[in-house]
C-alpha cells in the first residue's frame, strides 16, 4: 500500500502562487510514477502534471508555463509550484502514485482562486 498526503492548498488572489505538497509513504519512492489531478465541481477529474521516477515531466495544456511538478525521492515527496493562478483552477487537487500498475490516491486538497 502507498499512502499519500498532500498539503499546500488553500485561497489565493487570481495572479498569485502556491505550492503542493504530497509527502507518500508504505513503497519505496523512487520507482512511483507520480502525478496531480485535479478536479472541479461538476466536471470529471483531469491530469494536470506527471512526473516519472527518472524526472521526466508533462503538463496539461491548461497548466503549461505556470505549472512546475518536482520530485524530492529523498523526502519522499512531490511538489507542484502553481503560479499565474485563474479562477478556473479552482479544484480539489489530487496526488496520485502508480506503483507496477496499481494506483493510489491522496484525499486531495482544496485550492480556491479568487477573481
Known amino acids: 500500500q502507498v499512502q499519500l498526503v498532500e498539503s499546500g492548498g488553500g485561497l489565493v488572489q487570481a495572479g498569485g502562487s502556491l505550492r503542493l505538497s504530497c509527502a507518500a509513504s508504505?513503497?519505496?519512492?523512487?520507482?512511483?510514477?507520480m502525478r496531480w489531478y485535479r478536479q472541479a465541481p461538476g466536471k470529471q477529474r483531469a491530469s494536470v502534471a506527471y512526473i516519472t521516477p527518472g524526472g521526466s515531466t508533462s503538463y496539461a495544456d491548461s497548466v503549461k508555463g505556470r505549472v512546475t511538478i518536482s520530485r524530492d525521492d529523498t523526502n519522499n515527496a512531490v511538489y507542484m509550484q502553481m503560479n499565474s493562478l485563474k479562477p478556473e483552477d479552482t479544484a480539489v487537487y489530487y496526488c496520485?502514485?502508480?506503483?507496477?500498475?496499481?494506483?493510489?490516491w491522496g484525499k486531495g486538497t482544496q485550492v480556491t482562486v479568487s477573481s
Open positions: 508504505g513503497s519505496t519512492f523512487d520507482i512511483l510514477h
Open positions: 496520485y502514485a502508480d506503483r507496477n500498475g496499481f494506483g493510489y
